[in-house]
Every structure is written in C-alpha cells, then in structure tokens.
C-alpha cells in the first residue's frame, strides 16, 4: 500500500519560495503509469491541481501556475518536491501531494502552508 507524507515550512513569508517534499513509502516513484502529484486547496475554496511528474520523469503544469512552480524528484530517496516561487497571501492553503495510475487515488494528509509577513 502507497502512502505519501507532505513535509515542508508551514509559514512561508512573501515573496519567498514555498518548498514542500513528499515522501513516498510502500512502493516506487518510478512504477510504470505512475504520475505524482501535487494539489492544494486554500481556505473556503476547492482543490486546485498544481501538476505532476511522471513515472518517467515527464512534468505537467497548471497553465495557472506553470510560471511559478516547479516540480523534481529524488529517486534514490523515493520523493517529490514542489517548489512555488513568488509567494502571495493568496498562496495560503493545505497543500496535498497524491498519486495513481488512472485516477489520483492515493493522498497524503495535506501540510498547512500560511503565506504571511
């Protein structure tokens, strides 16, 4: 069973980089059709997704967001990192980090990541 565990700063000052790492445990970021990725949700609003990497190491981003973050893995260490530069207030929200096959169908609990001076 694939479990995912966010780690990461829980307050981040503007605009300073906000990076966040999930640790993967129970099975391979390199499983073949595996994509990984991250999704935040900010206070009374729904989940945005932020973009993924691949099994093979492709990246998708959010049209939204694609100028600001950027996503890398460690395959000796089996995690997943997500960087977004330029933070905002706004940028306030539980960030998730997910994975699957077909579906995102396995989640970590979420890390709480306040933007503020």
């Known amino acids: 069973q694939v479990q995912l565990q966010e780690s990461g700063p829980g307050l981040v000052k503007p605009p300073q980089t906000l990076s966040l790492t999930c640790t993967v445990s129970?099975?391979?970021?390199?499983?073949?059709?595996?994509?990984w990725s991250w999704i935040r949700q900010a206070p009374g609003k729904g989940l945005e997704w932020m973009g993924a990497?691949?099994?093979?190491?492709?990246?998708y981003d959010s049209p939204s967001l694609k100028s600001r973050t950027s996503i890398s893995r460690d395959t000796a260490k089996n995690q997943f990192t997500l960087q977004l530069s330029s933070v905002t207030p706004e940028d306030t929200a539980v960030y998730y980090c997910?994975?699957?096959?077909?579906?995102?169908?396995?989640w970590g609990k979420g890390t709480l990541v306040t933007v503020s001076s």
């Open positions: 997910a994975s699957g096959r077909y579906a995102m169908d396995c």
């Open positions: 990497i691949a099994y093979s190491g492709s990246l």
């Open positions: 129970g099975g391979s970021i390199t499983t073949n059709y595996y994509y």
